[in-house]
């Protein structure tokens, strides 16, 4: 049996060459922080950081010899003693005992796979734990035990047990604190003191005989073993990627894989033990929480489960997110409303299409009619289609009409058809241009007339950044989430993001953001009023609601200097992919959700915590200017029959631009109907309007012919005319490929077959073929009006003209 047990020694001495370490074993856990230093969550393949015996007091290692193995320093890594007894007392039936010194718990540990415990691993422990005491020294095995052993809570190694149980690091760790870390390890799970009356009993117990065998070994004094008292341990939260921080944790990790920035992989975060520095506001981060938790989901008046809720706070100076709210429970729906999800942002898209006007040299004080309907020109839904009407928000039937009002009025309102005939002056094309430089991404954008209405999905995140840019008065920085990624103290990443200074104008920026502010003061954002504060110095807010067509999404997007916070809702199609008009819930649940319900409220209620205590600052200084002369009112609707039934056909339109007139004459209650004419006024330019200041019947077809710029093939009417013969007229214009109209006008003055006038005038540019209307005298009236053209060679005045 000697032999066979030598025998049986060798092989496995001369077999088992001690193994590569597991994977797991040099990796530690990477931990990231809130803006305020509080931990927000861990990537972790298993939550270890590893310290040096060098960074850690020295009764750690003391601690742990005392208690697990005090002949760890003088023994070959076995005792073979202990293994004779342990065997005995297991094979006769005694007590089951273990022998492991700490060198073999180490091999355990750093080398074998949980659940390896059968007699043939315990053998072949015994054989490396020999192996690694030749090979290692005595430091680098005890230094190895302290950084793998689990300690319970998820932690392994010492630095992270201090931190879960007494949310310190090791190196803080006091000597009865360390007695009972270490009076633990056989049995963590079953001793931790949170686990009851009994697990605390035997805890204390486990840390007194720590503390005494540490006074027996001199590595303390009796009178310090007297002293002491068993700690506290915090209460303890597991930290996992559920609730919130999940949603939190994956965009740190999405910013930190980009290639352009930190190019960490899952894999760097998980092993290597990196601290990561956020953006995120925790005290911020809790209002949003909260105030997404006002809506009910249950009960009556339930909100549907598919609804995306967005809330998200940037602070304009820098682009920094200090709240994020994209979900409920990343466990459970690991898609975040906020930044995966998108929706058509309505009107809060409208500000794009101000601020192109205002930097086309468009003013707050100009009117538009904001009547509807409105048929506007080239309004389509979809380019290539059929001109459709356009209606504005409102109960009434059609929409509610605004008259005409200047564009601070029709942003208060959200006045869709000054809107529309605002985009139709500067051109989609500027309103897209203008929300790119803001930070909205060019793939949520379009050039699309609609565009003003917000009608290419957005996400919240964008939104946002985009209002931030706002708030900063025109400067855009890169939206962001991470600040820092150290290494120990070694910096691996800082984030430095491109900032973009005047984006747009401050001078047009100024102008906007007083535009915004009277959607709280005066318009559909009224609720925010409440953040105002006090009169004598009062808070300004500017901001923006926005809908959409059948409810399918709500907004509100509103900033004051130190902060931009925008709040969405959108829900989701049974389907999973569509969007449905979403399910009205609470006080609203009797009523259409827009972004003057909810999202205004819940904004208002989020600002208002997070803007406690935080100092008031000013918008720019901005006077508005004066109010422009109103324009003659175009009639209103009324509800007699005879005015419902004649309208009146506005004067003054011939020299306006098209989108103007006609919206004018719409509003009036006509129907214009334009005609292209090429002529050398610029393109866009009413050049006549049927039956000017006459009353006609409401909806009557009114042609309005519209400049097209002038022609490749025009002509120029010929001057000289007036004042010549009729005859010499007609040849002229022939000539030149006119059409003369002749008419005859009495006069006392122009003696009778001269040219009295011409319409176009001499020196117009006109389309080949156009009609000229020739007005030519007839004399003082004793002679008849002339009916008939001459006759060839005629001269027009009476003599042998051929005139009946």
């Known amino acids: 049996m000697l032999s066979l047990g030598i025998g049986v020694f060798t092989a496995g001495w001369i077999g088992w060459a001690v193994p590569e370490e597991n994977p797991n074993i040099g990796s530690e856990t990477t931990t990231v922080y809130y803006a305020d230093k509080k931990v927000m969550g861990k990537f972790a393949a298993i939550d270890r950081t590893i310290r040096g015996l060098d960074e850690l007091p020295p009764y750690i290692p003391q601690a742990v010899v005392a208690s697990e193995d005090q002949g760890f320093e003088s023994h070959m890594g076995v005792d073979p003693v202990g293994i004779v007894r342990a065997a005995l007392s297991n094979v006769t039936g005694g ?56 300690l319970g809570r998820g932690a392994y190694g010492f630095e992270a047990a201090a931190k879960a149980y007494f949310n310190k690091p090791a190196a803080e760790l006091t000597v009865s604190e360390t007695a009972m870390l270490v009076g633990i390890i056989p049995s963590p799970s079953y001793w931790d003191p949170r686990f009851g009356e009994e697990s605390r009993a035997v805890a204390e117990q486990k840390w007194a005989r720590v503390l005494r065998n540490m006074a027996d070994m001199g590595v303390i004094s009796q009178e310090e073993r007297n002293a002491a008292t068993f700690p506290e341990p915090i209460e303890y939260k597991p930290v996992s990627r559920a609730g919130q921080v999940g949603y939190l944790l994956e965009e740190v990790r999405k910013e930190l894989a980009d290639p352009n920035g ?11 033990g990196y601290e990561i520095r956020t953006t995120i506001n925790s005290k911020f981060q809790k209002a949003a929480v909260e105030t997404a938790n006002t809506i009910p989901y249950k009960g009556e008046g339930a909100a549907s489960d598919r609804l995306g809720v967005s809330i998200v706070s940037i602070d304009p100076k820098d682009g920094a997110v200090r709240a994020l709210y994209g979900g409920k429970d990343y466990a459970e729906v690991q898609y975040n409303s906020a930044t995966d999800g998108k929706a058509q942002p309505g009107s809060t898209a409208k500000p794009f299409t101000l601020i192109g006007a205002l930097e086309e040299g468009h003013e707050l004080n100009e009117y538009y009619n904001g009547n509807s309907p409105m048929q506007i020109p080239g309004w389509t839904t979809e380019p290539g289609g059929p001109e459709v009407e356009l209606t504005n928000f409102g109960t009434e039937e059609g929409g509610e009409s605004f008259g005409d009002i200047d564009l601070v009025k029709a942003t208060a309102d959200s006045v869709n058809t000054v809107y529309a005939q605002l985009n139709v002056d500067i051109g989609p094309k500027k309103s897209q241009e203008v929300a790119i430089r803001a930070g909205i991404p060019e793939a949520s954008t379009n050039a699309t007339l609609s565009n003003v209405l917000g009608t290419e999905p957005v996400r919240a995140i964008d939104l946002a950044g985009a209002y931030a840019t ?16 150290m290494d120990g103290e070694e910096g691996v990443y800082t984030f430095t993001g491109d900032t973009v200074k005047d984006a747009i104008d401050p001078e047009v920026m100024a102008k906007a953001t007083y535009a915004l502010t009277q959607v709280v003061e005066q318009g559909s954002g009224a609720p925010a009023q409440e953040l105002l504060g006090p009169d004598g110095n009062p808070r300004p807010v500017a901001g923006k609601t926005g809908s959409t067509n059948g409810n399918k999404s709500a907004w509100f997007a509103g900033y004051i200097p130190q902060l931009t916070t925008v709040v969405g809702l959108y829900q989701t199609g049974k389907d999973g992919k569509s969007q449905d008009s979403i399910t009205p819930f609470g006080e609203w649940a009797n009523y259409s959700l827009t972004g003057g319900t909810w999202p205004v409220t819940a904004w208002t209620h989020y600002m208002q915590a997070v803007t406690e205590g935080m100092e008031v600052e000013q918008f720019p200084d901005y006077v508005p200017p004066a109010p422009k002369p109103s324009p003659t009112p175009t009639p209103s609707p009324s509800p007699s029959e005879e005015q419902d039934d004649m309208v009146v056909v506005p004067a003054g339109l011939v020299g306006q631009q098209v989108v103007s007139a006609a919206a004018t004459l719409s509003g009036a209650g006509v129907n214009p109907q334009l005609v292209e004419v090429a002529s050398d006024q610029p393109p866009g330019i009413v050049l006549s309007v049927e039956k000017e200041g006459q009353e006609v019947r409401r909806n009557t077809p009114i042609r309005v012919e519209v400049s097209t710029g002038p022609d490749e093939d025009t002509v120029t009417v010929p001057g000289g005319l007036i004042g010549g013969d009729e ?78």
């Open 95 to 150: 007590g089951r005992q273990g022998a492991s010194t700490l060198t073999q718990q180490y091999v355990e540990n750093t080398y074998f796979e949980p659940g390896q415990s059968t007699y043939a691993d315990k053998f072949r422990e015994i054989i490396l734990a020999l192996k690694v005491d030749q090979e290692k020294s005595k430091d680098e095995i005890l230094e190895g035990y302290v950084n793998s052993i689990y």
């Open 727 to 804: 005859n010499n007229a007609r040849g002229q214009l022939r000539a030149a490929g006119l059409d003369p109209a002749i008419s005859y006008q009495e006069s006392d003055d122009v003696p009778q077959g001269q040219v009295i006038s011409l319409n176009p005038g001499e020196g117009a540019t006109v389309p080949r073929g156009s009609r000229v209307e020739v007005i030519v005298s007839s004399g003082s009236g004793d002679i008849g009006i002339p009916t008939g053209e001459p006759t060839e060679g005629g001269n027009g005045n009476g003599n042998g003209g051929g005139r009946p």
């Open 470 to 485: 706002f708030a900063a008065q025109g400067t855009r920085h890169k939206t962001h989430i991470v600040t820092s990624v």
């Open 262 to 272: 930190a190019n960490l992989s899952e894999e760097d975060l998980m092993n290597n």
